[in-house]
């Protein structure tokens, strides 16, 4: 199984962007950055009235 960073977003721009300033920190060197959108089966939160 590969090391994976989920971030807390569906937004492909915001992951898109993340993962551009991750990409330069040495901790994160091999592991795969993703949106919560990217994982199967994930359950949609309700958006707060």
Excluded: F, H, I
């Excluded at 807390?8 to 040495?26: D, F, H, I």
């Excluded at 592991?31 to 994982?39: I, R």
Aim: charged share 25%; glycine share 14%; aromatic share 0%.
């Amino acid at each position: 199984m590969a090391d994976r960073l989920v971030l807390a977003t569906r937004n492909a721009g915001k992951v898109r962007e993340l993962r551009g300033l991750l990409s330069g920190a040495p901790e994160l060197a091999g592991v795969e950055v993703v949106g919560v959108g990217d994982l199967e089966g994930c359950p949609r939160s309700p958006r707060p009235a």
